[in-house]
């Protein structure tokens, strides 16, 4: 059978261009016993797999030039010789990395297979049920420690990780603050998804101002989805004790120096200030009890999904492309 891939085909300085993806075609090889050939249905794709295209030590090995790019796929089987699979079964790839290749098939050992329910949308294993929720799920919880009553501040808020942040937090009895870009997702924030206040930063010079006047309480937790000049201006309202998950900084992902900005330190010494970074994945043991409560909350209604789709495999590398300039609210999907 022959498949479609897009590799990798540069690693790029700065924003990565269209002539750092390379499509090719593959014939791939025959079943063997124990194994199924799987077709994506939908992928994923994050701000963090701009680091994977660079060569330095992360959480995570770089992407190979010549090789397929990967991400996060709930596909099909299309056939398989693993008795625990029929056709037609809806699988991701499992483990504390579940990744599948940037390609139309591949083929997997089913013991690295887990099956999904037909019954709630493909994608959502990708946003609120997948990585983006159990990262914004941790990093509240487990970071943020919210109480009922404390000033939640979320920048990239109506990102596929920023929108779940916002409800947990409300869920939670928190005043909810979110900073996004542009009128529409805005209004999405306090419109659809709860929140009490949203700031645009495009059409706030004085982005400093704009948080003083949403927040006259300071802030008791900040989750950072971006980093850089934002950030900067959401410090100095943190309140005594806030606490700061640190989980992007999508703004810095492409600059080719190192940023000098603020010293943060002096204040989160003068004011008992907690920041972590932190992946999901350091959380795994807990995955079982954080998907139950995040399907509750999705099935009660309590928690809403935002998803902007691409359609057709060619365009994985301009959705990607994409999150770097703002055109997604809530994740971004590409239909196969």
Not at 19 to 27: A, E, R
Not at 176 to 181: D, F, L, R, S, T
Not at 304 to 309: D, F, G, P, V
Request: glycine fraction near 10%; proline fraction near 6%; aromatic fraction near 10%.
């Amino acid at each position: 059978m022959q498949a479609k891939q897009i590799l990798l085909a540069n690693r790029p300085k700065g924003l990565p261009q269209n002539s750092d993806f390379k499509t090719v075609t593959v014939t791939l090889p025959d079943l063997r016993e124990g194994e199924v050939l799987i077709r994506p249905i939908v992928f994923s794709v994050d701000p963090y797999m701009r680091g994977r295209m660079s060569d330095r030590k992360s959480y995570i090995p770089p992407f190979e030039v010549g090789k397929p790019l990967e991400g996060g796929a709930v596909s099909e089987v299309l056939e398989s010789k693993d008795s625990n699979f029929q056709t037609g079964d809806r699988v991701m790839v499992s483990g504390i990395r579940p990744y599948t290749p940037w390609s139309t098939a591949s083929i997997f050992p089913g013991k690295d297979l887990r099956k999904v329910d037909n019954d709630i949308t493909p994608s959502y294993y990708l946003g609120v049920l997948g990585m983006p929720g159990l990262t914004a799920y941790f990093g509240l919880m487990n970071i943020g420690k919210p109480k009922a009553g404390e000033t939640v501040m979320v920048s990239g808020a109506a990102g596929a990780v920023g929108i779940v942040v916002g409800q947990i937090a409300k869920i939670k009895g928190c005043r909810v603050v979110g900073i996004a870009g542009g009128s529409e997702k805005i209004k999405m924030l306090t419109d659809t998804f709860n929140f009490d206040a949203a700031i645009d930063y495009k059409d706030n010079p004085d982005l400093s101002l704009a948080i003083s006047t949403a927040c006259p309480d300071g802030i008791d937790i900040y989750f950072d989805n971006v980093g850089g000049e934002i950030s900067d201006a959401v410090f100095p309202h943190l309140n005594f004790f806030a606490r700061v998950a640190l989980c992007g900084q999508i703004a810095l992902y492409n600059t080719t120096e190192i940023p000098v900005g603020p010293r943060v330190q002096p204040l989160m010494v003068t004011r008992s200030i907690l920041m972590q970074g932190f992946i999901y994945s350091n959380y795994a043991a807990e995955f079982k009890e954080a998907m139950k409560q995040l399907t509750a909350w999705v099935r009660d209604g309590q928690i809403k999904y935002a998803e902007t789709i691409e359609e057709g495999f060619d365009h994985l590398p301009q959705a990607f492309l994409g999150l770097f300039s703002g055109r997604n609210s809530g994740k971004m999907i590409v239909k196969v």
